[in-house]
Nanobody, 126 residues
Framework: QVQLAESGGGSVQAGGSLRLSCAASGYTVRRYCMGWFRQAPGKEREGVAFIDGAGTTGYAVFAKGRFTISQDSAKNTLYLEMNSLKPEDTAMYYC????????????????????WGRGTLVTIPS
């Protein structure tokens, strides 16, 4: 049974940093497409950052230059390093993984992923 468990959320001041973690069990990172999504109150879920089986990364426009997605095979964990946080980054952040796609596609960005975590809340007060 695949489980993805996010952690690392919290409340930090604007301009601060957080590192989100997604510990995987029953699933091997660095094999298929994995990504981070977020959903702010009253808004639709959106893709934040992705990493494919080759380690190639992709970022949403709002995340470029501020967020970094990475993986640690030894810990079987996906990370999202977030810097220069803004109030508009306030959202529930979710980790997601594909069970067979090596590369990440537009479908991945649209949320067509097979496994999801329960999320971790990030709050940046204005």
């Amino acid at each position: 049974q695949v489980q993805l468990a996010e952690s690392g959320g919290g409340s930090v001041q604007a301009g601060g940093s957080l590192r989100l973690s997604c510990a995987a069990s029953g699933y091997t990172v660095r094999r298929y497409c994995m990504g981070w999504f977020r959903q702010a109150p009253g808004k639709e879920r959106e893709g934040v950052a992705f990493i494919d089986g080759a380690g190639t990364t992709g970022y949403a426009v709002f995340a470029k230059g501020r967020f970094t997605i990475s993986q640690d095979s030894a810990k079987n964990t996906l990370y999202l390093e977030m810097n220069s946080l803004k109030p508009e980054d306030t959202a529930m952040y979710y980790c997601a993984a594909d069970r067979w796609r090596y590369g990440c596609s537009s479908a991945s960005w649209a949320g067509d992923m097979d496994y999801w975590g329960r999320g971790t809340l990030v709050t940046i007060p204005s």
